[in-house]
């Protein structure tokens, strides 16, 4: 069993930065694959990135690529998104999820694929 506790969102300025933390509790935190997903008002829940047990891994949207960096903490039991030159459009909100097995980096672009979720941080990018 984990849980996830996000942190970090707010209202933020478009072309500006912020860090996301999702802390999770429970253990083996180092045997989770670790992702982030968002979902913005009347829009489908969506991937944006995942980072492997070891962090050697990373998958990122197209939507993100070049502009968010996820990385993780085990000995912190933490992983984050720094997200630099926020867009309104990346305004959502953010869940962090975490997933024991390994099922392949394109399946982790699934939300059916994640085991645990937090509740979610708001990140709202004013232009």
């Known amino acids: 069993q984990v849980q996830l506790v996000e942190s970090g969102g707010g209202l933020v300025q478009a072309g500006n930065s912020l860090r996301l933390s999702c802390a999770a509790s429970g253990r083996a935190f180092s045997s989770y694959y670790m992702g982030w997903f968002r979902q913005a008002p009347g829009k489908e829940r969506e991937f944006v990135a995942a980072i492997s047990q070891s962090g050697g891994n990373k998958d990122y949207s197209d939507s993100v690529k070049g502009r968010f960096t996820i990385s993780r903490d085990n000995a912190k039991n933490t992983v984050y998104l720094q997200m630099n030159n926020l867009k309104p459009e990346d305004t959502a909100v953010y869940y962090c999820?975490?997933?024991?097995?390994?099922?392949?980096?394109?399946?982790?672009?699934?939300?059916?694929?994640?085991?645990?979720w937090g509740q979610g941080t708001q990140l709202t990018v004013s232009s």
């Open positions: 999820a975490a997933k024991r097995d390994y099922v392949g980096f394109a399946t982790l672009r699934m939300q059916y694929a994640w085991d645990y």
